[in-house]
């Protein structure tokens, strides 16, 4: 079966440190890759998304992702966090038509 | 705004009682999901309407029938529900598998 795997469950980091999100997934066909963010009492929201081109994707407020087919992986990154970045993070795989996503990390960016 | 709502916000119901959950979408979109969101686990993908035909049901007990008359609205009846069953229920739509959008979902508890 797919599977997502998010290694950090919950990352607390200091404003303007760089961040690095961890995401693994077990399929190994054609997949579209996404990063999702839940911020405080709002809805699931995307960040970035990567279907083809360019393995390394930029979204909204500064995050990128780098896909890395060799490695199945698909980690989120921003070089300096802010204390508005503090939220939960979802890796999520479309495959086949069904999103699978991961367990999610809880960022939380001390001022 | 996301282009799903999704009412009620806040559900409590007994075991015996029978409620539905309401989700709509103003986006266009050809496909609607539900997912339920619990605590420390994945988001789990429950049911996948796309063109009103439901191509997905990933071994949902049957206390839990969705319903989709048109691509706008999607409904998910409950009956008999245990206390396991309390989480977040989260409404998706997507235009065929791209970037799915959610709804705020709703807050359902089991008494």
Redesign the interface.
């Known amino acids: 079966a797919q599977s997502?795997s998010q290694h950090n469950h919950h990352v607390i980091l200091s404003e303007a440190a760089s961040l690095e999100l961890g995401c693994n997934y077990s399929y190994g066909g054609t997949v579209?890759l996404?990063w999702?963010v839940q911020y405080p009492g709002?809805?699931?929201?995307?960040l970035l998304?990567y279907f083809s081109g360019d393995p390394l994707v930029k979204g909204i407020k500064g995050f990128e992702a780098e896909f890395i087919k060799s490695k199945f992986s698909f980690n989120l990154r921003k070089p300096s966090v802010q204390w508005s970045d503090t939220a939960e993070y979802?890796c999520a795989v479309?495959s086949q038509?069904?999103?699978?996503?991961?367990?999610?990390t809880k960022l939380s960016v001390k001022p | 705004e996301t282009g799903v709502t999704q009412t009620p916000r806040h559900l409590v119901m007994g075991m015996t009682n029978k409620k539905s959950l309401k989700c709509e979408q103003h986006l266009g979109h050809n496909a609607m999901y539900w997912y339920k969101q619990s605590a420390k686990k994945p988001l789990e993908l429950m049911f996948v309407y796309n063109f009103k035909e439901q191509t997905e049901n990933n071994s949902v007990p049957s206390r839990f029938s969705p319903e989709c008359p048109n691509s706008s609205h999607l409904f998910l009846h409950l009956h008999t529900l245990q206390p396991e069953d309390s989480a977040l229920y989260l409404c998706a739509s997507s235009q065929d598998f791209d970037e799915q959008f959610f709804g705020p979902g709703t807050r359902l508890t089991v008494l």
């Open positions: 997502v579209n996404f999702y709002q809805h699931l929201q995307l998304k979802f479309n038509g069904n999103l699978i996503f991961g367990k999610g």
